[in-house]
């Protein structure tokens, strides 16, 4: 009778398979598997392009680094998710919070026909055409909204829109929090 030599090769395919699985799985059963961390949290905030949005006021390291809490918040006309949180902008932007915007990836007319016809919550806007900025800070996709402190440190990231339970039970109790201190 023959010794029968299983071949290296057809053991593979299954380890490799097994080692996927046991990342999946682990990956899913983190502690939450929705929150992107930002590698700046409690760092200084990146620096911010001081090209404005033609017609609205640059962001200045003055404002980056006043003594209040301030969002810097990135969007796009083209992004719906952006259109779906402008409303809650607004009323963020009514209730005395700063949000600086940073509009990347963008074409500045359509930019700014729509804060014209939307409202501008904003008190500066940034223009990042190339998306060096969003870069920069480790943007993902729009919008992106991050809590700056009083030191210009960034103190939460949030990915995606400004709307839901998502923004209830992660945003607004980490603005209450910036705000209380």
């Not at 600086?100 to 026909?113: H, L, Q, Y």
């Not at 940034?126 to 920069?136: E, H, V």
């Not at 709307?163 to 607004?172: A, I, K, L, M, Q």
Request: glycine share 6%.
């Amino acid at each position: 009778m023959k010794n029968k030599r299983t071949p290296p090769l057809i053991i593979l395919p299954p380890l490799i398979f097994l080692g996927l699985a046991t990342l999946f799985i682990l990956g899913i059963k983190r502690e939450n598997p929705n929150n992107l961390p930002s590698v700046f949290i409690n760092k200084s905030a990146p620096t911010i392009t001081d090209v404005p949005l033609d017609g609205y006021n640059p962001v200045s390291i003055d404002e980056i680094e006043s003594p209040n809490i301030k969002l810097v918040n990135f969007w796009a006309s083209w992004c719906p998710p952006c259109r779906a949180e402008h409303p809650k902008l607004l009323e963020l932007s009514e209730q005395g919070v700063q949000i600086i915007g940073v509009n990347f990836n963008d074409n500045k007319n359509n930019a700014s026909s729509y804060l014209q016809e939307s409202g501008n919550p904003f008190t500066s806007i940034a223009f990042d055409p190339s998306g060096k900025t969003a870069i920069d800070w480790g943007v993902t996709a729009p919008p992106e909204t991050f809590i700056l402190n009083g030191d210009g440190l960034v103190i939460f990231r949030f990915a995606g829109p400004l709307v839901g339970t998502d923004y209830e039970n992660r945003f607004e109790p980490a603005l209450k929090d910036a705000l209380k201190d």
